[in-house]
């Protein structure tokens, strides 16, 4: 398994790994040595293996050959330890580091097997290129298959198409196990008071912290009964504290509501007791972000992140927002009036809110691990000999 840079990468990588070691499948974690993907994978019990690899700037053209060298040159090492190893099928979620580990599995004098999933809308450089020999392409959104089978048109012979199969994007079992009362308990909420959650990923965002800050005092005010619950992200942790410090330093009851009712992490690594907590949440349109609330019924607002590749997280969001279980708000109208009048909106109207957990839980896919991990077990056992065969089984891929 292989999957770097992000926890959008990571975390799905993670939850195919714990259905296949509950099926008795012995499995290893390919990453860079300096991602976060080198602590998160032994963290659940996986053997890694450091892999370098870097992508390039386009702005400096020469990057683009000492990347390419790097790859590479793990592509032969990890050649190498594939060949002593023989692993049945390799799985690739995307990050640079997946290319050299793709290049080693088809390096071999019997090629192994490739499973490619794909967890945006649009599709990465590196599961575009990887998909190209891919033995099952596993997509979150349906319409990223228009954009894999053009590509595969290019080098499928004439008739054939590629093995696409919709498996929605893995959410990590303790997640899904997440319980409301235990993260409510934990931060001292009472069971009939309002939760918003805010959160812009692994990787934090800073627009949006930007605009949470500038209308807590407001919203604190209007609902005496909400508790806001923020992670700022690791690299925005300080901005944000100092900003704070600063609104409560002048005391009187502003100070007071924000001490009492404002919660600040700088990442939630036990996110899952939160997003059970919380009745509305607040996010960037991060595929990995919207599989979970979505996996346990969380009604959201989406500010997709606008210099995403391809502006893929608005095509994220997108979906989820005509199934209703969403609304968005582009990031270039995240000014003041507009974010709190949305937010007023949701917070005001519990109906609503319970309408769009509804249709979010409609929407998500809980099963989406155990489907990804029948492509994985099928590309890993069965000859290919017709390219239309169907991974995961009629039954087993059909929706609940």
Known sequence: MSGGGTAGHIYPALALAAELKARGHTLSYIGTPDGPEASLAPAAGLDFIAAPAKGYDRSRPLTLLTSSFLILRSALALRRHFKEWRPDVVVGFGGYVAIPVGLAARFQRKQIPIVVHEQNSVPGMTNRFLARRARVIAITYPQSALLFRAQRAKHDPPGSHPNIVVTGDPVRPEVLAGDGRRGRRRLKIKVKELVLLVFGGSRGARHLNEATIRVLPELLERYPQLHVIHASGPGEHEQVRSAIEELTSHGGPEAKAIKARYHLFPYLDDIADILAAADLAVTRAGATSIAEVTALGLPVLLVPYPHATDDHQTGNARDLVAAGGALA????????????????????????????????????????????????????????????????????????
């Open 329 to 400: 708000l582009p990031d270039a109208e995240l000014d003041d009036a507009v974010f709190m009048a949305t937010l007023d909106e949701l917070l005001s109207d519990a109906e609503r809110r319970d309408t769009m957990a509804k249709a979010a839980r409609r929407f998500g896919r809980p099963d989406a691990a155990l489907l990804l991990a029948d492509c994985v077990e099928a590309a890993a056992t069965i000859e290919q000999k017709d390219t239309n065969y169907d991974p995961t089984g009629t039954a087993r891929n059909k929706r609940p």
